[in-house]
């Protein structure tokens, strides 16, 4: 699976049906959408700071001087601090997920639900993959500061912003019900 299949919303199998599922119950499945409003916020936040780096190097004529210029290197290491932090956040999460809350929903959801924790576990590794090219990214930003260098690690967050904005959408929606209807505790 590529980040690019995660645009595809056709390709997502859908969950079953829970007919008799109710409003309390709902409610209790989108408690993992609060979660994930946390995590959202925390990208929110990478991405104000890539905006303000971005903002101090409007001036294309000093960039390179710029580059070597203390305040620059400062905020190129922040921007690679606060990525490794938030990486190792969503990497805790889907470790929570998989080893808790998708192993419960498998026995409780059966085949049924199968198709949509496989896919949901695919995502993850797709995730991974992604959260691991931004920590490169960030390291090499944060060892040797360049305007390449922030580049490059502003489009591997970019791309990794996109996967996990659709990969959350995709599990708040799969899963409210089931989590809900199954009592899975979250």
Request: with cysteine; hydrophobic share 45%.
């Amino acid at each position: 699976m590529t980040p690019e299949d995660l645009d595809d919303a056709a390709a997502r199998p859908a969950p079953p049906p829970y007919p008799a599922i109710t409003a309390g119950q709902r409610a209790h499945g989108r408690r993992l959408a609060a979660i994930h409003d946390m995590y959202r916020a925390e990208l929110q936040a990478v991405a104000g700071l890539l905006a303000a780096i971005r903002a101090e190097t409007e001036a294309p004529g000093a960039l390179v001087q710029a580059v070597g210029g203390l305040q620059l290197t400062r905020n190129f290491r922040l921007f690679g601090t606060a990525c490794g932090r938030d990486c190792a956040l969503l990497q805790n999460h889907h470790d929570i997920e998989e080893g808790w809350m998708f192993p419960v929903l498998e026995e409780r959801g059966g085949a049924p639900l199968a198709p949509v924790i496989a896919r949901l576990r695919a995502e993850h590794k797709v995730i991974h993959r992604l959260i691991e090219d931004l920590h490169d990214a960030a390291a090499a930003l944060r060892d040797a500061p360049s305007v390449e260098a922030f580049e490059d690690c502003a489009l591997r967050f970019g791309d990794l912003d996109r996967a996990i904005r659709s990969h959350f959408g995709y599990e708040e929606t799969a899963l409210e019900e089931p989590l809900g209807a199954l009592g899975v505790p979250i």
